[in-house]
């Protein structure tokens, strides 16, 4: 059995989960969220806790079990909290910007990469070097950073391109030249 999807997710005051079947639909003060969970979970509220459990011990059910719990979790810190991502820009001449929603990187190509945020999704640029990606759906946040570091991925001989902030590049000797 799982032992994260034993643990229950404390629900916050600010934040509202109501249960039909097992669409799970969370409410607090960043937004609102819906889930629809696989077969072989049940999901309960007790008092101010959400409770999953497998509903039958097939190994289909013990297998989506922890999975689940850390769903709904993640929901409820979403709507409570939100969730960020913060990428850097490293390179001569590389850079952002932020233009109405849409996010403008310079990075050495012929021309500059737009990117359309998705519905819940912000993108914010400091000091032209710092991307910020924010919302509260915990996937989305991440699937749209991963994005932005595909406009051009780290390379390992100087370290330039779009890196997560505090992500360490393996780092690779150049030619070491005649002998």
């Known amino acids: ?17 109501s249960l039909n079947g097992l669409t799970v639909k969370v409410k607090g003060p960043k937004g609102e969220l819906e889930l629809t969970l696989p077969d072989g979970v049940s999901v309960s509220q007790d008092n101010n806790t959400i409770v999953v459990a497998p509903s039958t011990s097939k190994r289909f059910s013990r297998e989506r079990h922890g999975l689940c719990r850390t769903l709904v979790a993640n929901m409820i810190e979403g709507v409570n909290n939100g969730y960020s991502k913060t990428l850097e820009i490293v390179g001569v001449g590389s850079r952002a910007q932020v233009k109405g929603k849409t996010l403008v990187v310079s990075a050495g190509y012929s021309h500059p990469v737009e990117m359309e945020p998705p519905e819940g999704i ?58």
Do not use: C
Not at 132 to 154: M, T, W
């Open 1 to 17: 059995m799982s032992r994260i999807g034993k643990n229950p997710v404390p629900v916050p005051d600010k934040v509202t989960v």
């Open 122 to 179: 912000t993108f914010k640029v400091e000091n032209n070097t710092k991307v910020i990606v924010s919302g509260i759906d915990k996937e989305l946040v991440g699937n749209e950073a991963a994005k932005v570091r595909a406009i051009r991925p780290p390379e390992p001989y100087k370290g330039k391109g779009i890196k997560y902030e505090g992500e360490r590049i393996r780092r690779k000797a150049g030619k070491s030249g005649k002998k």
